[in-house]
C-alpha cells in the first residue's frame, strides 16, 4: 500500500462488520458504542485507540482509523479478504470523491492483476470522529450527517 499510494500512512482500515472492527478496538467508552450503533455501516469513520498487532501503516499514535463502510460491495470485499481492507480515500481535504486518474488506474491494475472501479459512492466525504482518553471530538463533519 506504502508503494501504491506513494505515502508511508498511516492508512484506513475498511471492515466487514462491526464485528471486526470491534476486535482492533482497545476500549469502549459509552460515546463509542453509540457511535458505532448509529452510524455503522455507514459513511462515518471513527479514530480510535487500536490493540497492537497491525502493521505500523495502520497506526499513528496509538490510533487506528476504522469505518464499516456502507456500500455492501466494500464489506464483501472486506470479508473475502479476511475481514480488513487496507485502504486511502479518494478525496483530499474533506472534498469530494473523485474518479481515480489515469495514473492511479494503470498503478491498480499492475498491482492488483485485475480490473478495480470507484463503484457507487455517495460522493460525500466520510464524518471522522475521534475517541480518545480525553473524550470524543470530530475530525471532520460533512452536511447532512447526524452529529452524536
Known sequence: ????KRRKGPFLLLA???QTAGKLIR??????????KTQWPGHT????????????AC??????????????????L???????????SLNRKGGRVRR????????WHR???????????SGEASVIYQVDHRGMHTVRQTEGKITP
Open 1 to 4: 500500500m506504502q508503494r501504491f
Open 16 to 18: 466487514d462488520s462491526k
Open 27 to 36: 476500549w469502549y467508552p459509552g460515546s463509542l458504542r453509540r457511535l458505532i
Open 45 to 56: 469513520t471513527l479514530v480510535v485507540p487500536g490493540r497492537p498487532g497491525l502493521p505500523a
Open 59 to 76: 497506526y499513528r499514535k496509538g490510533m487506528l482509523a476504522i469505518r464499516v463502510d456502507a456500500d455492501a460491495t466494500c464489506r464483501r
Open 78 to 88: 472486506a470479508r473475502a479478504c479476511g475481514g480488513l481492507l487496507l485502504s486511502s
Open 100 to 107: 481515480p486518474c489515469y495514473g492511479v488506474q494503470m498503478r
Open 111 to 121: 498491482f492488483l492483476s485485475g480490473r478495480a472501479s470507484v463503484g457507487t459512492s
